[in-house]
């Protein structure tokens, strides 16, 4: 670690792997700040799970630095019902965009994994520690049994090659950019997009999923993006880091926020027939205190701006 950091950034040709992304959308605003070359590739250009395509366009294109944001994500319905696609489409982007980067001279990968790689009864805030020391939830095991093969393939090119590969695992992300889509969004995101739906339509109620009783820890992804540049400057290690924000709320008074922050004054309705998932997944962020960075949007005020964001890009596109 001592002598790879800081990672000297500048003027480097950085690979956003998953640009039209929610979190590859805010990487890219957030590195339009840095002096370093963005490159982007869309679908139709690169498919990351096609492996020839994807040696092909490392070997044409020859980026610097990769962050690996590209992944097949959804909510807790979409996970459950398609587990092939979350299991297959995630091991494939992320061997082929690993191995590519490593053979063609990448000198600094970011792997983005996931709060849900931990065990469901994990001890809370979750330390990296847990990792592999118990049962996962099973809503989301095929793509956690995914995102644990990234990191561990980013280990293994550490440890056989000594490859600056390195991973960070978000908590639940929200804000500019997100699926608005009900049936595969997550839960900030459709509550927002119910909110706002129930108010113009005037109805009284707004369905939430589950009991209610889970709770969550938020993350606003501009400042996702934020801690993504610190780590590629400042982390050089082993261990998937966790990125969370301290802020940690019950599903219904994330519901109460968002009608608050869209203006919807009826009532809230539970489903308990919808799964829960973990009861909490809260990270333990020490680490990454101590290296120096922390969160710093709360949680009604990203909200706010995600709602904001909603409007502006539904605007045009109401079946987003
Ligand atoms: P998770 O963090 O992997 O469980 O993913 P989600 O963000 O999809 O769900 C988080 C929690 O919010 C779960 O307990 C859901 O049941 C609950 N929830 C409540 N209403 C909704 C909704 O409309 N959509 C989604 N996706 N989740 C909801």
């Known amino acids: 670690m001592v002598d790879r950091v800081p990672f000297p950034l500048e003027g480097k040709r950085v690979f956003v792997a998953g640009h039209r992304g929610m979190v590859g959308k805010a990487l890219v605003r957030r590195l339009a700040r840095e002096p370093v070359e963005i490159v982007t590739a869309g679908r139709e250009e690169l498919d990351l799970t096609r492996q020839a395509e994807v040696e092909a366009w490392f070997e044409r294109n020859r980026p610097q630095v990769v962050i690996l944001a590209a992944a097949k994500v959804g909510g807790i319905l979409a996970n459950a019902s398609y587990p092939v696609h979350f299991l297959e489409q995630n091991l494939l982007i992320e061997v082929n965009t690993i191995r590519a980067a490593f053979h063609f001279g990448v000198e600094k990968l970011l792997f983005l994994g996931s709060s849900c790689i931990y065990p469901k009864h994990a001890p809370q805030p979750i330390p990296e520690e847990a990792l592999l020391t118990g049962p996962l939830e099973p809503t989301n095991q095929w793509y956690a049994i995914a995102k644990i093969a990234g990191l561990e393939l980013c280990r293994a090119y550490r440890r056989q090659h000594g490859a600056d590969f390195v991973a960070a695992m978000p908590t639940n992300l929200y804000g500019p950019g997100d699926n608005w889509d009900l049936a595969s969004s997550h839960v900030a995101a459709a509550l ?116 904001a964001a909603f409007l502006a890009e539904t605007r045009d596109r109401p079946s987003l």
């Open 192 to 307: 927002i997009r119910k909110a706002h739906e129930a108010k113009e339509r005037g109805e009284r109620v707004l369905e939430v999923w589950g009991t209610g009783t889970p709770l969550r820890e938020f993350l606003f992804v501009d400042d996702l993006a934020d801690a993504c540049v610190f780590l590629l400057r400042r982390y050089s290690d082993d261990i998937a880091l966790n990125v969370g924000s301290g802020q940690e709320v019950a599903i219904a008074e994330l519901a109460r926020l968002v009608c608050g922050v869209v203006g919807f004054e009826g009532e809230l309705r539970f489903d308990p027939t919808k799964p829960d998932g973990t009861p909490r997944k809260r990270l333990d962020t020490r680490r990454l205190e101590a290296l120096g960075w922390r969160a710093s949007t709360p949680l009604r005020e990203g909200l706010a701006r995600a709602y």
